[in-house]
Each structure stands twice: as structure tokens, then as C-alpha cells.
């Protein structure tokens, strides 16, 4: 008897476990996933070339074609050679935005990298890439420490 008690116990709470995992979060259904509604002017920016150890910016533009208002949730860099800054108030229906990306410009060469918008709206994906002009041997001020290394 015990062990029939014990059993059907057990289904009634898997069962109650079950249910309560499908239920969804009234302001989850609420937020409609239209990327679209996030419309960039451009997407990707192309610095070209860049002395090194020159940050190098540029700001993203975008408008809200939809019917709610956007916001900005998080704006994540691939990388910390980038600093995005944005609009932190909700985007109004017609409305712009902004976001700026700030390149460090610290390694010579080819760089690309992605900038991950993620709104209510959706995520979007912004590009910067370029490449950095190595700085000239004389231009980094000689080492002249107290402290040598031979």
C-alpha cells in the first residue's frame, strides 16, 4: 500500500512539473520578434586603412519600422579591441538610433569584426573591419627605465 501511495505521489508531482514548465511568461508572449523592424542604414563599415594606435570610430544608424517601440537590450562586441556606446531610451515607432563602434587599432593588419545587437525586437549583427598601418619604428618613444634587461 505504501508503495502504491509512493508511486502515484511521484506521477502527481512529475505531472504538476510537466504542466507548470509549459506555461509562458505573459511578457515574453507580449514581445514580437520582428528583426525587420530594425532597419540599419548600413550593416557592415569599411575603415580602409588606419594608423595603428589610433582608435578608429564610426556609428550605425537605424530606424524603427515597426509598431512598437525598440530597445536596445545589450550591444556585444566579438571582441574587446571594440567599444559600442547606444541609445539607451526606447526607439519610438519612425524613430532613429544610434550606435557607435570604437576600434582600438592596437595590432597591425587585417581586422574584421562583429558588433551583436540584441533588442526586443530580435538580434542583428553589424560588421567594422580594415586594415592598420603598422605605426613607424620611430614613432614609439624609446624605453629609457631604470630597469634594464641584458
Not at 62 to 73: R, S, Y
Not at 105 to 129: E, M, R
Amino acid at each position: 500500500m505504501k508503495k502504491v501511495l509512493l508511486s502515484l505521489s511521484l506521477l502527481a508531482l512529475t505531472a504538476s512539473v510537466s504542466f507548470a514548465q509549459d506555461k509562458k511568461d505573459p511578457a515574453q508572449e507580449a514581445t514580437v520578434q520582428n528583426p525587420d523592424a530594425l532597419k540599419f542604414t548600413d550593416e557592415m563599415h569599411d575603415f580602409g586603412t588606419i594608423p595603428q594606435n589610433v582608435p578608429a570610430e564610426t556609428e550605425f544608424t537605424f530606424k524603427n519600422t515597426g509598431k512598437e517601440p525598440i530597445i536596445l537590450q545589450r550591444v556585444q562586441p566579438s571582441c574587446g579591441c571594440t567599444s559600442p556606446t547606444w541609445s539607451k531610451d526606447p526607439i519610438l515607432p519612425g524613430k532613429t538610433g544610434t550606435i557607435k563602434a570604437t576600434y582600438n587599432a592596437a595590432a597591425p593588419g587585417n581586422f574584421q569584426k562583429s558588433i551583436t545587437v540584441f533588442a526586443n525586437v530580435g538580434t542583428k549583427v553589424l560588421t567594422i573591419k580594415g586594415n592598420v598601418e603598422k605605426a613607424p619604428e620611430g614613432s614609439v618613444p624609446e624605453n629609457n627605465s631604470v630597469i634594464k634587461t641584458h
